[in-house]
């Protein structure tokens, strides 16, 4: 076989090159990999041309992996307000946060520096399958007949098969570092504690994982790659906890929720010296960390010659759609773009566009901070049938406080719309979705749309977080036409609400 194939082959195996250099001195894109040599062509060392299947079609630069991550906040002239204690209603201090945080954790929640270094350590991890591809969307738009550019930021070949690990990696390594052996989590539909049980595993930590039961359920081959990475799992309401206990003899078959596996795995480590407590989402230095996605793509994007007109993104708890939208809200702050930024959020966990925007606690039991952020109560609990996760009652406090100030736009679209979606995406482009993106495959699906009446040719950008290999049983209820679309219940709502603190405004 010839080298300049073998090479090739090696290259796409370890996707950890940025890009192959051939023998005959060319480069072309490959993939997510850039290969010189004459446009369009791949010459091999026999003289025969292959045509390289490019990601993107013009002549990219390697982008690397961003040394830092950004804070969103030094940017903000109007800073979010402070979380409070769940007992005294008074701001957080940093002493409160210790029993839960590695000290580091807790000087990145409450920072107000624009930039902070991401360590080495951290670096070396990320390595293993950063940067992550920015891909155009070539028969997507074919299917759609529209004259929209559709671009999506690939986050799905981390090892866990999701953007967590992102985060889960930093955290652990503070973790370690500050001589924590043990850590507690909770998860719903499994991406996180894989990330976190994976992260782990790399730095030597015990981990243990309270995942929300319908997911539990529904979802198990999520729980063996936790194990597989030497996790322990509970299925959430557990009888291991006092609040698990309670929520169980209030409701014995109670399919849980993630305040509910928060409120479980916060009580484990605040009774434990030994054990610290990590968060996948909502935390402002979950957010931080998440920026390596956004970093990277403007430097892709600056590569290939364009700007987006509009960034669409999942939320559940908000830390995909933050990683990638907050670099490029800095640049919007600056004046150099002016992007339309969408948050997309399920019809059944409607927390932005049907949620208030009050103090709330992060967990069912009341233990966590009371955060100011757009919640729809801490009690509310997802209907189990509701197959596309981002099941969290609040938004992440950053994002609500963004929200508020005008520098986004919220929506929610149902289930069933979602799916449709993912099965064109599948279709066309190849990958399958997870569920949690599906959201915002569906409001890319009506931009470009729109772009097709209205004949503009808008570059679109979109947060694809995950694959959903391990999802199929929401896509199996999808095909065999057994999935519904939940009606929006506002007494629900109401009643959950009416559990939200009267906390006064200083």
Not at 47 to 59: E, F, I, K, Q
Not at 128 to 155: D, G, M, V
Not at 374 to 402: C, E, K, N, Q
Request: glycine fraction near 8%; proline fraction near 8%; include cysteine.
């Amino acid at each position: 076989m010839p080298k300049d194939i073998i090479k090739l082959m090696e290259a796409v195996r370890f996707r950890s090159i940025p890009f192959l250099r051939l023998a005959n001195g060319g480069e072309q894109c490959f993939g997510s990999f850039l290969l010189k040599t004459r446009p369009g062509h791949l010459r091999l060392s026999n003289g025969g041309r292959a045509r390289a299947r490019a990601s993107l079609n013009a002549d990219l630069k390697a982008v690397g992996i961003p040394q830092q991550w950004y804070n969103l906040v030094a940017d903000l002239s109007v800073k979010p307000p402070p979380p409070l204690h769940p007992k005294t209603f008074e701001p957080v201090k940093p002493e409160d946060l210790s029993p839960l945080f590695p000290d580091e954790l807790i000087k990145q929640e409450a920072s107000t520096d624009k930039f902070i270094d991401i360590p080495e350590e951290v670096l070396d991890i990320y390595s293993l399958w950063r940067p992550t591809p920015l891909i155009r969307a070539k028969r997507l738009e074919k299917l759609l007949n529209t004259p929209a550019r559709i671009y999506y930021k690939y986050e799905g070949v981390s090892p866990a098969g999701s953007h967590k690990p992102n985060t889960a990696v930093p955290q652990a390594f503070y973790n370690a570092q500050q001589g924590i052996k043990n850590v507690v989590t909770e998860t719903g539909a499994g991406q996180w504690g894989c990330s976190l049980a994976f992260a782990c595993s790399l730095f030597g930590l015990d981990c243990e994982v309270w995942q929300v039961r319908a997911s539990y359920d529904q979802k198990p081959y999520r729980r063996l790659m936790m194990e597989t990475w030497g996790a322990k799992v509970h299925s959430s309401p557990s009888s291991i906890t006092e609040s698990g206990r309670k929520i169980l003899q209030m409701d014995p078959s109670s399919p849980g929720s993630l305040g509910i596996a928060i409120s479980e795995a916060v009580e484990v480590a605040a009774a434990n010296a030994d054990t610290k407590y990590c968060l996948g989402s909502v935390l402002n230095h979950v957010l931080l960390h998440q920026t390596v996605i956004g970093e990277e793509c403007i430097k892709q994007m600056e590569a290939i010659g364009e700007t987006p007109d509009v960034i669409i993104g999942c939320t559940g708890g908000g830390s995909n759609f933050a990683g990638l939208s907050f670099p490029f809200i800095r640049e919007k702050l600056n004046g150099k773009i002016n992007p339309v930024i969408k948050a997309v959020e399920p019809a059944a966990c409607p927390s932005l566009t049907k949620g208030v925007y009050a103090y709330d606690y992060g967990d069912t039991a009341g233990m966590t901070p009371l955060m100011k952020m757009h919640t729809l109560g801490h009690d509310f609990i997802p209907d189990p049938i509701h197959s596309g996760g981002l099941r969290y009652h609040g938004m992440a406090p950053l994002i609500s406080h963004v929200y508020e100030l005008g520098f986004m736009e919220a929506m929610a679209i149902p289930q069933i719309e979602c799916f449709q979606g993912a099965i064109q995406f599948a279709r066309s482009e190849g990958l399958i979705p997870a569920p949690e993106p599906t959201h915002a495959i569906a409001a890319t699906i009506r931009e470009a749309l729109h772009c097709k009446e209205t004949g503009e040719a808008k570059v679109i950008l979109m947060a694809m977080c995950g694959h959903g290999h391990f999802d199929l049983k929401s896509y199996e209820k999808f095909l065999q036409g057994k999935m519904v679309d939940l009606s929006f219940d506002e007494e629900k709502i109401r009643t959950s609400l009416a559990k939200v603190p009267q906390v006064r405004a200083s």
